[in-house]
């Protein structure tokens, strides 16, 4: 089987390519060239391996013994092996002597004519018997002969099915290295193909990493490693191997900058302090270099690939050798260096704050450092660069001491309230709460009741945001304030404390807190205010599957917003309208939206804070819609950026439900696990997650344990919004125990009661919401004795609404009430194209679900014509497929499914059809008869 290194289908094509080409026209040659470590061999092996034809493949391998000794060493493997499957008669008398420097040389038998005619002919005799692929490895250490040879072979092969390939490591060779030469002259060359590979993407380093790690990597440890690896594949394997092997890689990088020539190695050093791109003319400045050896020492770096140019700046080509080059200075030089950096960017007008806070912090340089800080985050926010204002602001509260308030000017409870500031844009609500903590151990109520009640305030929504409390703190601030305070505090902090009360969804009295807290803002003409009351009315509207009315009110708090200029409050409505589009049905509004204000979120700095949620949003829309890889995509990547915990537990929610549809079981409970663990179960806002496990045991075949986990999730919420689906998922559990144990009471009646006891709890819901509609609709279809007529008004309830899966999951309920009551054909009617959605969603359970349920009922697709190969229907789709020739990437975009669900899928194959190989796979199917 062919191992597709990761982020190298195109090279690998490229290769395969080539060699159809070789057998189809004549000789052709690969140069495959990159950096070491980059993947060069790996791609030559997987390249060669399984070619149809059944090619002799003989490699040679070039030895680091540098130039002029052991002259032909990549050669003298090759022609004995080319000896050994010719035998004896076929040899060429006396070559392998030739070169070796075994035996007699005359000018006239063992010439140099004589060797490049004798190595001719052994490989067009070998080429008679079957085509042959020649690769040289790692030519850039090839002796002088090796290499003319090569060259020679390149020139001189004609009317033969010969794949040549030869690799070389870029960075070796000096510009007027012989060896740099031929290989630049065979490159030109129209006839030669040349693969330079370049550093893998993230996503190829997550998909290796996933080879590596045995299960997908977090979205964070991904991003990681590629910005620590710089893309290189070797390093990557290192990163993943531990620290252990970190460490060791360090190591290897040091000794090889160690091997540098002094002028070259200081350079190195000085933009590993740097730290980020930096102009030549900065490090005339600090290197002490005349600008012609400073050029001479930048051309070598770049040569050897330890550096890159970008727009007129050099930095280090990626953080390990970075790393490995800072370390390779004592911790005095290091700070003697940050020293002097900064002494030249102070010099320099184009110098930012921020970048002199780093090195005079690295220098040791309190005073300067605690300056620059201030005056960056400053800066930081006014451009709302409010993620790098809150680091900054933590830098100088980490380094605060007696003497810091006269050098900034400002005191200790000034900057803690910046840095509130700054948690609450950002949305890290843990730091947040240890400044509000800090700040109220510093204030006086009495003296400042104002500034109190400020920071009690943000403390609430602090809390709220990690525990879905917070309540209490802002009763605290209420209870401060005094008769006479600002009316306007006092408002907002009504506002704030019905969002919080929302939240929380612990108190009946919270529509009236809203009423309240909403005249009062419109009282004073309050903007700010008015737009948080709003807010929390319509997630009341919300919850109680008003879809409407929840709708307008949230454009109406978005438009307060933007009166006032108040990004928060603009943001969170945009976020707030965004989740009740995706819920009640609107899905394509929702992903417009969505797409159109995640840009604004970068633009006004709140990324992290609103755009993580918005995100979260667009993943919600598109599982929906049916576009499943995006929205898997988009919430990796999301969670990638480390956003605050709340709001990766909204990411995480769409993302286990993605993975479910998908029967990615391992990815579901993965991100199940993390929900229990980071967030408050008891709050009503992740009774989905209870749902997702009560599914996932269902799923598992396990209706009981389904039961039993659901008890954390009755009786159902007073709100619609978690009732309805928490209802449907009662309805399936409760239906699969009684098809289970169809003659057993004791779960009949069992069922009844449950089944009672949410039909209670749905007694009083009205909602306008057309998914809670559709969602109560089918889960009375799932508990009361339904006909066929039914369950199709509840799959044209979910055509409607255009959501695939959910047509699908009805169809499959549907068919099976026909096939209960012997209507054949309409079981199969809707099988069908229940199995057409399936196929297109990648919907890998209920397709198994769909084929299992045909071929109990006889009604499904033509069985195999071998039943002895026991494939499944879906396995028989993905041979038919692989039998086209196509790669596994290709076979998952052809069946609308997963590469992880192609490799599962061929894994099995294997083993049912006894064989080891693509090739073999698609033989024994068309011998059995199962292709045409």
Known sequence: MIRVPAGRTAELSAVRTAYDRATDRGPVTVLISGEAGIGKSLLTASAVTDLPGGPTVLTGNCLELGTGSAPYTPFISIVRELETLLGPESAQPGLSGLLTGAGPRTEDQFGRVALLAGLLDLIHAACALRPLVLVVEDLHWADASSRELFAYLVNNLSDCQVLLVGTYRTGELSAGDPGRQVLAELGRRTDVIRLALTPLTEAAVREQLTGLLGRPPESAEARQVHRRSGGNPFFVEALAGGEDRALSLRALLRDRTAALPPLPREVLRWLAVAARPVPDDLLLDVADLAPDDLGEVLRILTDRQLIVLADGRYAIRHDLL???????????????????????????????????????????????????????????????????????????LDHWSE??????????????????????????????????????????????????????????????????????????????????????????????????????????????????????????????????????????????????????????????????????VLLTAVQYEAFMLAHSGNHQQAIVLCETWLIETDRLGRRLAKGSLLAAALVLALLN??????????????????????????????????????????????????????????????????GLQALLALDEGDPERADCILDDALPLSRHARWAAPMAVIVGLVQRARRQAAPRDRRIQAETAARIGEVDKGLRDLRPSDPVLRAELLMYRALTQDTTLPDWDLVTKSWREL???????????????????????????????????????????????????????????????????????????????????????????????????????????????????????????????????
């Open 322 to 396: 970075r790393e490995a080059a800072y370390d390779d200075l004592a911790p005095i030089q290091q700070r003697d260096r940050h020293d002097r950096l900064g002494t030249a960017l102070l010099r320099r007008p184009d110098t930012r704050p921020a970048e002199l806070a780093e090195h005079w912090f690295a220098s040791g340089r309190l005073e300067p450092a605690l300056r620059a800080a201030w005056e960056a985050a400053e800066l930081a926010r006014l451009g709302f660069a409010y993620d790098e204002e809150a680091l900054l602001l933590r830098r100088i």
């Open 802 to 932: 255009d959501r695939p899966y959910d047509v699908a999951r009805s169809l499959v309920l549907a068919a099976e009430t026909a096939f209960a009551n012997s209507n054949k054909p309409g079981a199969r009617a809707r099988l069908v194209e229940a199995r057409e959605l399936a196929v297109q969603l990648g919907a890998e359970p209920l397709l198994e679900r769909i084929d299992a349920l045909g071929e109990r009922a006889g009604i499904g697709q033509e069985a195999p014509v071998d039943a002895a190969l026991g494939l499944s229907r879906r396995e028989l789709d993905v041979l038919r497929v692989l039998a086209k020739g196509l790669s596994n990437h290709q076979i998952a975009a052809e069946l609308f499914i997963s590469t992880n669900t192609v490799s599962s899928h061929l894994a099995s194959i294997y083993t049912k059809l006894g064989v080891t190989t693509r090739t073999e796979a698609a033989a024994a199917a068309y011998r059995a008869g199962l292709l045409t």
């Open 625 to 690: 819609a049916g576009r499943w890889d995006e929205a898997r995509e988009l919430g990796a990547e999301r969670l990638g950026e480390l956003p605050p915990r709340l709001f990766t537990a909204w990411l995480r929610l769409p993302l286990a439900a993605v993975a479910r549809v998908q029967g990615d079981r391992e990815e579901v409970a993965r991100q199940l696990e993390i929900l229990v663990a980071e967030q408050d179960m008891s709050s009503e806002t992740f009774r989905p997650v209870v």
């Open 403 to 568: 003497g810091s308030e006269a050098q900034l000017g400002v005191t200790h409870l000034v900057v803690l309230e910046h840095a509130i500031l700054a948690a609450s844009a950002t949305g890290r609500a843990e730091q947040g709460l240890e400044y509000t903590t800090a700040a109220l151990a510093a204030l006086d109520p009495i003296a400042e009741p104002a500034r109190v009640a400020t920071v009690y305030v943000h403390q609430g929504v602090f809390r709220n945001r990690l525990t879905a409390t917070g309540g209490e703190d802002i009763d605290k601030a209420l209870a401060v304030l005094r008769p006479d305070s600002d009316p306007h505090l006092r408002c907002w902090a009504m506002a704030t404390r019905c969002i919080v009360e929302v939240v929380e969804n612990r108190s009946p009295d919270a529509r009236e807190w809203c009423l309240d807290a909403l005249r009062l803002a419109e009282e004073l003409g309050d903007e700010e205010s008015q737009g948080f009351a709003c807010l929390a009315l319509g997630c009341l509207e919300d919850y109680a599957g008003q879809v409407d009315e929840a709708v307008a009110l949230v454009r109406r708090a978005r438009a307060h917003g933007l009166a006032c200029g108040n990004h928060h």
